[in-house]
């Protein structure tokens, strides 16, 4: 889960080689999850502070402050939010004809690359912050949020960044790694720890234990996990009823799932809605982004 400041153009007015599309800056709390998933469009995620995991195709990344990783088009990607010190980071999604040209000629990107490391972290967080400040969906902000990506890539262009070293694989479990991606792609059919042993053909115990290795936590905390983390995403995004969404995450109950959300969050659902809705804003200041990081409540029990 996380709290966020965000900018998204639905509609665009504009045929640009270079257009944006998203951007925000989140807290988010411990083992904040997303993915897998595959995106539609590149995005930049630079981290402000804390660290986290970063699992892109078969390579996983350990970031902290100051690194920057890279999602691109119909790429599969997932991260995750350290435990103990849950970072923060900003993001902004482009794309256009010329997009991956400069991602894959000129940028830290180039060469395959994922992840980078920046001492620019301001000018990148200066850049987005601009973009918040143009939500009103006149031409002119578009116009206006196209060129500050323009801006943002030729400041990617001018990193001083040394030779790395290829991607580390995935140094886990096959098994875990898989009993995962089954949990995160059927989480929301309201199925169980047993049933993904099922859909393995394995033991459950010896499931619990493999993943419980891998991850640090077992299957089952996982499974709450990602649906606890959906469902804040659906009740901050949308208008539907609680119920609803327990239902859509995978919750047979709507009691069950409120027990589970306020175990995990220190809130009921109807609570953090109220308390965590996104913000989509015309007018951010560097004080509301360091309100905003220093401020998310910590859950008393991480999954």
Known sequence: MEKSIYNLVDTHTFQASIFYIFSGISQTLPFHTFGPAKRH???????LSGQGLFFVKDHQFQLKAGDAFLIRPQETSFYQSDIKNPWSYAWISFNGDQA???IEELSPFKNHQQ???TSNNDQYLNLITE?????????????????????????LSKENVPHQA?????????LARLAREYIDNHYEQGISVSDVAHALNIDRSYLSRVFTNNFSMSPKAWLIGVRINKASELLQSQQLTVEKIAEMVGFNNVAVFSRAF???????PSQYRKQHKRLRTTQVNFSEIQNLINTAKPVRRTT
């Open 115 to 117: 992840v980078f490391h």
């Open 100 to 102: 991956a040209q400069i």
């Open 41 to 47: 469009d590149f995005i930049i995620h630079f981290v």
């Open 262 to 268: 306020l175990k995990m969050t220190d809130e009921t």
């Open 131 to 155: 973009t918040l400040n143009l939500s009103d969906a006149s031409p002119q902000s578009e116009l206006q949020l196209n060129l500050i990506v323009n801006q943002l890539l030729l400041q």
């Open 166 to 174: 290829p991607a580390p694989a995935f140094k886990g479990s096959r």
